[in-house]
């Protein structure tokens, strides 16, 4: 049977070698079936020789995702997905491949889990933006996002750029995993996943491949964007700007079935201050001309914060209005229920039609052998 070229470089030696070690620099938790980065290294050759041959015969199977629950500082629980070994390293492997392809077209205004961008960037381009008259700020905060997003939507997206069929069956495959979740008695309780859960090696790119169709439509209209992962400000130049970005971003955020958090989304002047990806923000006059943002801290940082905790909620829309037919874009994202299966979209089944190495061989054998 055919296998397409990305496919083949998901488990190439170099490909899988690379992998493994950017696994084993990150956490030694064990997945559902209990092995850890330890056990897996103990028999490092034949356990990565093994997961090689799977691949090529196309008989992997991700296995369910343990879930954990991590306390959140409302009260609630965020679920985070734990991965096998084996299932982490093959998701490496297919950032590793698929992460160029979308990278060439995701927007300039997206910082967050990208290759050379970082936190840093996001703010500095907030305090330019800034300097440039942009000083009302909306700050966006996406109710439950990992949970809301539209697996078929998702699907959708990625499939457009990635053609190799096999690909996108493993990626499937990810998109519909079951979580276990271990109860106090031992015992395992199974369930569907719920949206993308996170916790998974891809699932940042898989994060940034959603939201990119709102960077795209924002740009269209005109709004000045800064976003990291979910974390979303936009710059305006008056407050009623500001009002009007935030009904336009609401428009936006609802043809991806995403619902804005009206006691965390807020309106404010960046002469107030602001929290924004872990700093506290505040506009204030240049020592020259001009005005500029600095990071405060202690004491400052903490009443601004206390501030924003005291806010009131902003208005919820209509259902009306988040349904209501927008503007340029519609085309970019389509319509589809949560509850809709996974499915590809029309014509992409046909397209495919068309379309320290410690994997390294021993005593002569080339791993193309294996068969």
Known sequence: MF???????????????????KVKSNSDAP???????TQFQRYLFSNLKALQRDLRRKRYRPQPVKCTYIPKPDGSKRPLGILTVRDRIVQRAVLNVIEPLFEADFEETSYGFRPGRSVEMALEQVA?????????????????????????????FIAKKVKDRELRRLIRSWL??????IRRNGLLKREEARGLLQGGIISPLFANIYLD???????????????????ILILCKTRRQAQRSLKIARKLLARLDLRLNPRKTQIVHLERGLSFLGATLL????????RLVRIVEGAEAGQIQARDQEREPLPVPEEAELNANGEAGDE?????????????PDGVEEEDRRDGHPLHHRAGRHPSEDR
């Not at 559902?32 to 980065?37: C, H, K, L, N």
């Not at 519909?176 to 979740?181: R, Y």
């Open 283 to 290: 506009l204030e006059k240049g020592p020259i001309r001009g």
């Open 176 to 181: 519909e995993a079951e979580t276990v979740t």
């Open 128 to 156: 330019r933006l800034a300097s440039q008259g942009y000083e009302w700020a909306v700050d966006l905060d996406i109710e439950d996002f990992f949970e809301s997003i539209n697996l078929r939507k998702l699907y959708g």
């Open 213 to 231: 169709k709102f960077d795209k439509l924002a740009r269209k209209r005109g709004l000045k964007v800064v976003r990291y992962a979910d974390d």
């Open 332 to 344: 970019l994202i389509g319509s589809a229920s949560i509850a809709t299966p996974i499915i590809p």
């Open 31 to 37: 997945g559902v079936d209990g092995v850890t980065i």
């Open 3 to 21: 296998t397409g070229k990305l496919y083949r470089q998901v488990y190439s030696d170099e490909n899988l070698t690379e992998a493994w070690h």
